[in-house]
């Protein structure tokens, strides 16, 4: 008998089909979603408003199976960050963020990075492959679940953004398939507007996601030169700065009322001049726009230094008064290296990355 199918992951219509396989009716699709995201049932047995045939045959032919939970910690800010163990033994790690307004669960879209971006810990880790839909939806699913059972509420996480480990425009067709369940009203229901989706700046992708999929977006900008972004980010080589704003006009064009939040770590010495904060408010001209400065958090053999609290208090007020929207992102969970960039897991490396790295480092 062939492996039972594992359903979760799977959006509306690719359930749909699925069901249509079975000989069954489509709108069993709707009931399952409902079951498995809104009420976090997963045993097909348990779903009572499907026939008593059809879930047996669910339980013989698939299953709702999740990742485990093989860490948690918590911060002394409130942050808590899980480490979910894959079935291939890799291990993911997804933070959740309460505010006062609004929990903001950051979500990984690979195990490790295929890209080098030479401030981050993950790029640090190799990389071992891209999570399929279910481990992607499935981090979701579960923190939701650890947090209700922690007396978080009836609806914990109010916000996602997919600015864990990994290029989400790496790995499109599960990062949609994904974000279809996170926008579905039959699962997580959530609005376009509190999904946000994080990119160095895949520019093919990004106009792919204009069309099948326009969930927020924020760029990964962190310099205003080339020269510099070629450092930071090397994707910047094939998709230079020009080109990546392009992208980024095109996106917005489809709806007039977006915004797209630019993120920008504050390194010092490389990107934190006053003359980077002009050239940023000129290179922006006309984007509607969001900044967000990320004071840099430290990462092991890393050779970058956090800007200064006032350089990055000048450097927001001269985009501020420019007009531009600008917040310093609290950093949050630093203490169990919950914060932007610390974020590694335990990837089984293809690329041998982190061994040179490591190499070079003793
Ligand atoms: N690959 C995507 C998704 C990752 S999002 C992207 O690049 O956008 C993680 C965010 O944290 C990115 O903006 C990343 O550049 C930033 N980041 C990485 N390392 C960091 C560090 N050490 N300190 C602060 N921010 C960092």
Known sequence: MSEPKNLLGLDRSALQDYF?????????????????????????????????????????????????????????????????????????????????????????????????????????????????????????????????????????????????????????????????????????????????????GVVPAMDRLAEDCPVSLAVSLHAVRDSVRDELVPLNRKYPIDVLLGACRRFLHKDSRRRITFEYVMLAGVNDSIDDAKMLVSLLQGIPSKVNLIPFNPVQGVKYACADAGVIDRFRNELISSGLTTITRKTRGADIAAACGQLAGDVHDRTHRSARLAGKAS
């Not at 699709?29 to 409902?34: E, G, S």
């Open 20 to 200: 249509a396989s079975l000989g069954e009716k489509a709108f069993h699709a709707r009931q399952v979603l409902q079951w498995v995201y809104q009420r976090g049932v997963t045993d097909f047995s348990k779903m009572t408003d499907l026939r008593l045939s059809l879930r047996q045959t669910l339980s013989e032919c698939a299953v709702i199976s999740l990742p485990e939970v093989s860490r948690a910690q918590h911060s002394e800010d409130g942050t808590r960050k899980w480490l979910f163990r894959l079935a291939d033994g890799n291990s993911i790690e997804t933070v959740f963020i309460p505010e006062e307004d609004r929990g903001t669960l950051c979500i990984s879209s690979q195990a490790g990075c295929i890209l080098t971006c030479s401030f981050c810990a993950t790029a640090r880790q190799g990389f071992s492959r891209n999570l399929s839909a279910s481990e992607i939806i499935g981090q979701l699913l579960l923190a939701d679940q650890l947090l209700k059972n922690d007396g978080f509420g009836s609806r914990p996480i109010s916000n996602v953004v997919m600015m864990g480990m990994g290029e989400p425009l790496l790995n499109y067709d599960s990062v949609v398939s994904a974000l279809r369940l996170m926008l579905d009203d039959l699962s997580f229901g959530l609005s376009r507007r509190r999904v946000t989706l994080s990119t160095a």
